[in-house]
């Protein structure tokens, strides 16, 4: 069906052009549209409505005494992605205006075309929109059973297993142009799932094309590629270095989980300003800022419990140990985490000189 606001801008248009009087008639033979007898609007065109009815294409009348409501000239069916949308008709000697005819057939079909396709892009648009606002904000009963077929129709596999990167910006810049220009690197593939989000950012759940095993001992180095990429890409298209950070967060494969992912990039963005900022004041956007959820499980497991829960539980034991104890023994954790529990690294670290064979002993305890 051939919309008749489209039809008449078509027809306000071709009026500039041509003196001949040009008709959309559409599905059921009506005309919808005139560029210069405008009082046939609504009028039946039955040269076009058999025509309709017809495998022919193409229709030419000689004289206006052949069909009711008809002048003679040329119609012609208008096709819009394989179907008969409607007829154009051009008033006129067939011989004269065959040619004309049919450039402004050619014509209005593009601007069907474009107008569908337009359609289309806005109508996914939505439907992402639609799908990112659920996969990042919504958590009910029912989100589980919608996800996996709005991606389906989205193009994108719903078990595929996906990393959740938030990239922010230290300073305001044209995240929709970024966002554009991150789809044009190299490293962006097809399954990977972006949006821009509520706050401004970027996030992008970042599919690759690797088997489970190869993927997590490989992601690290993906990722500082990619995000290099990127920042050439910044680099070279506005002509300085943009700093920005980029959140890397949990693993994911079930489409209703991605949203802890998402939690665990903006806590991340939001909680690790103090431990972040020597390594942000450093690269100044020349290296990629990557900072990896995986190694703050214990910061971000510590997070969610109230202080007082804590306090709670060990505070009566605590005041039995006297404050010399109290700092060694946080010195002693503290060492033992930044050294990955690795007794002989800690020792070295706190300066305490402890005998290979004794340590070893320790180590098969533990």
Not at 67 to 73: F, Q, R, T
Not at 214 to 235: C, I, P, V
Request: with cysteine.
């Amino acid at each position: 069906m051939i919309d008749e606001l489209l039809a008449r801008k078509f027809i306000d248009k071709i009026a500039s052009y041509t003196s001949h009087n040009v008709n959309i008639i559409n599905e059921r033979g009506m005309i919808i549209a005139a560029s210069r007898d405008s009082h046939r609007v609504g009028d039946f065109h039955e040269a076009a409505y058999r025509l309709l009815q017809r495998d022919e294409t193409v229709f030419c009348i000689s004289t206006d005494d052949d069909y009711l409501g008809v002048l003679p000239g040329v119609n012609m069916v208008i096709n819009c992605k394989g179907k008969k949308m409607g007829v154009v008709g051009v008033t006129g000697d067939p011989d004269q205006i065959y040619d004309i005819a049919l450039i402004i057939k050619m014509s209005l079909e593009t601007m069907m075309e474009y107008e569908s396709q337009h359609e289309r892009i806005q109508e996914r648009k939505n439907a992402k929109l639609h799908f990112m606002n659920l996969l990042l904000y919504e958590e009910g009963k029912n989100t589980g059973k919608q996800l996996p077929a709005m991606a389906q129709s989205l193009g994108y596999e719903s078990d595929r297993i996906r990393l959740p990167v938030l990239i922010t910006f230290h300073s305001p810049i044209d995240t929709e142009q970024c966002l554009q220009l991150l789809k044009k690197t190299h490293g962006y593939h097809s399954q990977d799932i972006s949006h821009i989000t509520r706050s401004g950012q970027i996030i992008v759940f970042k599919s690759f094309p690797l088997k489970p095993q190869a993927l997590f001992a490989q992601y690290r180095e993906l990722l500082e590629q990619y995000a290099g990429e990127f920042l050439a890409s910044l680099k070279g298209q506005t002509g300085e270095s943009i700093p920005c950070d980029f959140f890397v967060g949990s693993f994911q494969k079930q489409l209703d989980s991605y949203r802890y992912g998402f939690k665990h990039c903006n806590w991340m963005s939001d909680d690790l300003h103090s431990q972040t900022e020597n390594q942000k004041n450093a690269s100044h956007g020349e290296y990629p800022n990557l900072f990896y959820f995986y190694d703050y499980v214990q910061e971000y497991l510590a997070s969610q419990v109230p202080f007082l829960e804590i306090h709670k539980i060990y505070h009566t034991i605590a005041e039995t140990f006297t404050p010399d104890f109290q700092n060694n023994l946080v010195e002693t954790i503290q060492s033992l985490e930044h050294n990955n529990y690795n007794l002989n690294a800690s020792s070295k670290h706190l300066f305490i000189p402890v005998s290979y064979t004794h340590l070893r002993a320790h180590e098969t305890t533990l």
